[in-house]
């Protein structure tokens, strides 16, 4: 088995093939999942970081520009504190969904996903990646090991800290 990694906006002709592995892979609800999936491919500015076994999608990593999330684009204390740094909401992204197939897991592939759609974020322009809306502790407690965060002092609707995290930061901390 030979790992291969792909990169690329949603522009291309990978769409249909990443929302079929999200809707296989997601314990989640599938008719709000494609809503979501939908909603995500509708921004102009996302992302995709894929690892493909052959043919087939086996890991995955979404993110997308912040300025096409109408939560954090609106959150008052969230945008006094970014006036207090020196960043702005153009040079955000958001990660939105990583998936890794059952049977890929132990082979740094979520690790390698994550780091090639950091990779392309900056290669795009971004500078830092926006941690919030965690759907449990223990995927929050994991964000938390990646990088220097920077604390917003700010909570999202989950009660849960929203960080910053400079997307170098990413790339060289999975770096094979």
Do not use: W
Not at 30 to 49: P, T
Not at 56 to 80: C, P
Not at 167 to 176: F, H, I, S
Request: glycine residues 6%; contains cysteine; charged residues 20%.
């Amino acid at each position: 088995m030979v790992i291969e990694y792909q990169t690329g906006a949603f522009s291309d002709n990978k769409q249909q093939d990443i929302k079929n592995f999200i809707l296989e892979q997601s314990p989640r609800d599938a008719g709000g999942l494609e809503l979501e999936f939908n909603h995500i491919l509708s921004k102009a500015h996302s992302c995709y970081a894929i690892a493909k076994d052959g043919d087939a999608i086996v890991g995955l990593r979404l993110q997308f520009s912040v300025e096409e999330n109408s939560y954090l684009t609106a959150h008052t204390d969230l945008n006094s504190f970014l006036e207090t740094i020196p960043t702005s909401l153009s040079s955000l992204v958001v990660p939105a969904h990583i998936y890794i197939k059952s049977g890929y897991s132990n082979q740094n592939i979520g690790a390698e996903v994550y780091r090639r759609a950091a990779q392309h974020s900056i290669d795009a322009g971004y500078s830092y990646q926006i941690n919030y809306g965690y759907e449990t502790q223990a995927i929050f407690d994991y964000a938390q090991r990646i990088g220097n965060l920077i604390d917003t002092g700010v909570e999202d609707y989950n009660n849960y800290r929203i960080y910053l995290r400079d997307l170098q930061d990413t790339v060289d901390y999975v770096t094979p």
